[in-house]
């Protein structure tokens, strides 16, 4: 049985969005919450996209090699925007992973250690993350890339911005069209949302990623003012 969360969708957080707001679950408006959670799609990457590259994380299971281009915010990678890839190892050091990974490799089927490199596969009409080789424990990525707003009208759409802030600025917006009595302290629940993912988002900047001729793997290490490369 798989361990990776469920991938929120178009469908599955409009569910949810007409649950929050107390719509009963085929009376109201299906139109106006899907204009509703469309726009807080877009609003929520307008108001965290500043044109520069930033470092999502994703965190891989025990046993599974491939995972859907989400991060653990909910968030959808843009699989041609990734800049650099890399695993933690340990707790204070960051390893880039190259990409490639060959088909003798994905033959080593009992194969179990920390991932060394990744690649981008097409399985089941999805483009998943692959990584080699399998991880024998739970380890956490981290993806240099850029923000791309995507389609977010389908019911298999995913979002371009994190899930629980376009929910929870959408359960806002829905609860005010409806004219729900709490829809200001949900706003406010946003607003917060919002401001933390900002402070995270400058403080969690990208890595430069080494250089493909350089035959020192550079490595980032934490240190008493934050992560820095060295090597």
Known sequence: MSTLPPVQTFESMLRTLRSRCGLHPTLGSATALEDILT????????????????????????????????????????????????????????????????????AEQSLRAIPERYDSRYIDGEWSLEVWP???????????????????????????????????????????HYGKADAEVVGQSFRTMLYKEKVAQKENRRFIPPSAACPSRPRVVATANGFRQVG
């Open 39 to 106: 726009g807080a799609n877009d609003y929520v990457f307008a108001q965290l996209d500043e044109g520069l590259p930033i470092t999502s994380t994703l965190m891989l299971a025990a046993d599974t090699p491939e995972y859907p281009w989400i991060s653990d915010e909910g968030e959808t990678i843009a699989r041609g925007s990734v800049q650099s890839v890399w695993v933690e190892q340990g707790d204070s050091e960051r390893v880039p992973l190259p990409q490639g990974i060959q088909h003798a490799m994905r």
């Open 134 to 176: 399998i991880p024998d424990q739970p380890y956490r990525l981290f993806i240099d890339h850029n923000r791309v707003l995507t389609r977010f009208t389908q019911s298999s759409d995913k979002p371009s911005a994190p899930a629980r802030l376009v929910l929870e600025y959408a359960v806002a917006m829905g609860k005010a």
